[in-house]
């Protein structure tokens, strides 16, 4: 592992475990998956499709969005994906989405 890294963190970590040293990489990037993970619930939750484009690159995109906070230990329910998908769809889906809503619940009957 000393290997890796330059020879000034070589002679700090000398005689420092392997574990203490990913403890200490682990407290210095933490912050970091963080600030990844608001960036990309932020991108995700005001996500809406303009009246007149595709559906389907709007949805693809979101889906992405719920794949990263996934992959990063974030993971959103299929019930909860489906409601931050739903609202981003602008008014002229809205019949589509009451149609929807009755379809799911006679499912639930």
């Not at 002679?11 to 420092?16: D, L, M, P, R, S």
């Not at 981003?88 to 639930?108: D, G, K």
Request: charged share 15%.
């Amino acid at each position: 592992m000393l290997a890796a890294i330059s020879s000034d963190m070589q002679k700090h970590c000398e005689n420092v475990d392997a574990h203490t040293i990913i403890q200490g990489l682990h407290e210095m990037f933490k912050n970091q998956g963080w600030v990844e993970r608001y960036n990309i619930s932020n991108s995700l939750f005001v996500c809406k499709l303009t009246e007149g484009s595709l559906v389907s690159p709007h949805v693809i995109m979101m889906i992405g969005y719920i794949k990263s906070l996934e992959r990063l230990g974030s993971p959103l329910n299929t019930a909860l994906a489906i409601d931050v998908v739903l609202p981003s769809l602008p008014t002229s889906y809205e019949q589509f989405i009451i149609n929807l809503r009755n379809t799911v619940n006679c499912m639930a009957c």
